[in-house]
Nanobody, 120 residues
């Protein structure tokens, strides 16, 4: 089970840190990703990292502004979001997968989502 938190309302240029806590003792077996879905749009890939956290991948739209990380001792993955823009407004979802491409949508487990709203 994945529980995302940390969303909220922020002004453009501001920062937020999303957290995703995973239950269970096998967290380190899974690659983790963040996706987002804006109103009227399809869900899209944001960022992901492999099981150890040593390899990361970002969508071009967030590269240089967002940082994904994980703490396997706390069963938690984070998404630090800096320089937020109104176009970053969306529901953000965390997800976990056992294998496969980090950028692909077919993750095995999904969290419930947390709303991020960036005002201009």
């Amino acid at each position: 089970q994945l529980q995302a938190s940390g969303g909220g309302l922020v002004q453009a240029g501001g920062s937020l840190r999303l957290s995703c806590a995973a239950s269970g003792r096998t967290f380190s077996r899974y690659a983790m990703g963040w996706f987002r879905q804006a109103p009227g749009k399809e869900r899209e890939f944001v960022a992901a990292l492999n099981k150890s956290g040593g390899s990361t991948l970002y969508a071009d739209s967030v590269k240089g502004r967002f940082t994904i990380s994980r703490d396997n001792t706390k069963n938690t993955v984070y998404l630090q979001m800096n320089g937020l823009k109104p176009e970053d407004t969306a529901v953000y979802y965390c997800a976990a997968r056992d294998s496969g491409p980090l950028y692909s949508m077919d993750y095995d487990y999904w969290g419930q989502g947390t709303q991020v709203t960036v005002s201009s």
